[in-house]
């Protein structure tokens, strides 16, 4: 069964840093896009960062460009966000997903399964 | 970016309701748009991808169509399990932006 384990997150001060990771198993890791997403407390569903299958493409919201980075590790199947200049709104759970895609055009992609979250507090 | 709104952001509906959520891009997005599920407490789900293919294991009730700008997520007829938040996403260029959800509760 495909399954994505989020981890590091935690209590941080503003401006503080933090690195998410997000171990996939039972599946080729190598071959899927994959997302972080996160879901501030009450709020709705915010992309945040995306990359490709070699790590050779990505993609971020706005409002994290230049803080945050995601990256990659096809060897140990471990996808990565590193958290610097955390501000109180990015408090909120953060998922990574797995995203099928068409290597004809990888416009054509969806998230099909998804972590349990790890949960990030910005706060003093 | 490429503004996603959602219509109606909540709404009450009972079992056995046909219903109909509208998704607005603020630019063309061609066909590329997901619908997903989140129920209280869970992680979303894949509903709809490509706009009107019915992601596996996800019940035929469930139907998407539009183009370009105008998008609609269907429910033939609803089931107490249906309950849910419902968001779009554009995945036509980065960042990929979700819909603000839509909430369907039991009336």
């Known amino acids: 069964e495909v399954q994505l384990v989020e981890s590091g997150g935690g209590l941080v001060q503003p401006g503080g840093s933090l690195r998410l990771s997000c171990v996939g198993s039972?599946?080729?890791?190598?071959?899927?896009?994959m997302y972080w997403v996160r879901q501030g407390p009450g709020k709705g569903l915010v992309w945040v960062s995306g990359?490709?299958?070699?790590?050779?493409?990505?993609g971020y919201a706005d409002s994290v460009k230049g803080r945050f980075t995601i990256s990659r590790d096809n060897a140990k199947n471990t996808l990565y966000l590193q958290m610097n200049s955390l501000r109180a709104e990015d408090t909120a759970v953060y998922y990574c997903?797995?995203?099928?895609?068409?290597?004809?055009?990888?416009?054509?992609?969806?998230?099909?399964?998804w972590g349990q979250g790890t949960p990030v507090t910005v706060s003093s | 970016d490429i503004q996603m709104t959602q219509s109606p952001s909540s709404l009450s509906a009972s079992v056995g309701d046909r219903l109909t959520i509208t998704c607005r891009a603020s630019?063309?997005?061609?066909?590329?748009l997901n619908w997903y599920q989140q129920k209280p407490g869970k992680v979303p789900n894949l509903l709809i991808h490509s706009t009107s293919s019915v992601q596996s294991g996800v019940p035929s009730r469930f139907s998407g169509s539009g183009s370009g700008t105008d998008f609609t997520l269907t429910i033939s007829s609803l089931q107490p399990e249906d309950f849910a938040t419902y968001y779009c996403q554009q995945t036509y260029s980065t960042p990929y932006t979700f819909g603000q959800g839509t909430k369907l509760e039991i009336k």
């Open positions: 990359i490709n299958s070699d790590g050779s493409t990505t």
């Open positions: 997903a797995r995203v099928v895609y068409s290597v004809v055009n990888s416009q054509w992609q969806r998230a099909d399964y």
């Open positions: 630019q063309n997005i061609n066909y590329y």
């Open positions: 039972a599946f080729t890791f190598s071959h899927f896009w």
